[in-house]
């Protein structure tokens, strides 16, 4: 049984007449009929009750129109997806973020998928630092990553989305609670929880770098693997943690965020393999570029 035979059943059985389904089917009548007969025989039952004025379903015919309209609608949903697939336009879509990109950079990347690419499903891992994104990618875990370089893993791509600047999450109640623009200076004698030392952290460096130019090494009292808990610390009262601006995307109770004017700041940025060419990330960039996300080339960009 060929699937041209179940397209020729439906559309006499759609049309009641074999001269109108040879015409919608652009073909002649006798092959048309030829092809039923066929048919019937295969399947060892009558499909249509055939006189010189009409043509009717059978019993048989009645059943087996319901499951070949099913079939055939089947198949073309499936024609349909894999012509879309090949465009870039439906598939999974595996994303890595650093834990503060979830709180702005993820809201934007979802809903501009989700208008533009409607039949792209994103399989999102959160609160990934930078080495750990790279690696996903590399070994092909992940299709794209919105990490913080530099990047240090070879045939990695990536574009810059902004450069953040560093602000303050302090208690409240906090001495620095209610001053606006802090210096890092102000912040020589605060217990910092950071992310762990072993993590490779993009953001501990920069707020490193920003201690030592003021003239002292942060004191680091907690470490936290995840924004999330760095937060938590902070609205407990037990430090202060120099994070990325994202955070103010989602306040948390307890916690005051105030800028920095001396710090430096923390490229965010898109990355993908650099040989990976599938129609899915090429649409990805295409939406992304379209929707001004991007902001330079970073020097270097494989």
């Known amino acids: 049984m060929e699937l041209r035979h179940l397209r020729y059943f439906a559309a006499v059985a759609e049309t009641r007449h074999f ?36 043509v009717s379903l059978t019993g048989a015919g009645e059943v087996f129109r319901t499951d070949v309209e099913r079939i055939l609608t089947s198949v073309d949903e499936a024609v349909a997806r894999v012509g ?33 690419m409607p039949h792209v499903r994103m399989e999102v891992h959160t609160e990934m630092l930078t080495p750990a994104q790279e690696l996903g990618l590399i070994e092909r875990r992940l299709d794209v990553g919105v990490l913080r370089p530099p990047i240090r893993q070879e045939g990695i791509a990536q574009r810059l989305i902004t450069d ?34 072993t993590l490779g952290s993009v953001v501990n460096d920069a707020v ?64 993908w393999r650099h040989d990976d060419d599938s129609p899915l990330i090429r649409q990805l960039l295409d939406v992304l570029e379209r929707h001004d996300m991007f902001v330079r080339e970073i020097e270097g960009m494989p």
């Open 19 to 54: 001269g109108k389904a040879a015409q919608a089917l652009h073909m002649a009548q006798p092959p048309l009929s030829q092809a039923i007969r066929r048919l019937e025989t295969e399947l060892g039952v009558e499909l249509f009750t055939r006189t010189t004025r009409q």
């Open 84 to 116: 879309r697939f090949a465009t870039g336009v439906e598939g999974v879509l595996r994303v890595g973020l650093t834990g503060s990109a979830s709180y702005r950079q993820l809201p934007t990347l979802a809903r501009l998928v989700k208008h533009e």
């Open 164 to 197: 953040e600047p560093l602000i303050a999450a302090v208690p409240e109640g906090h001495w620095l609670a209610d001053t606006q623009g802090i210096r890092v200076e102000q912040l020589r004698h605060e217990d910092f929880i950071m992310y762990g030392a």
């Open 208 to 271: 490193v770098r920003s201690c030592l130019a003021s003239g002292f090494y942060p004191h680091r009292a907690y470490e936290v693997t995840e924004t999330s808990a760095a937060l938590a610390l902070v609205a407990a009262g037990l430090g202060v943690a120099v994070l990325p601006d994202s955070i103010r995307s989602a306040p948390r109770e307890g916690v005051v965020c105030r800028e920095i004017e001396d710090a430096l700041t923390v490229p965010l940025a898109l990355a």
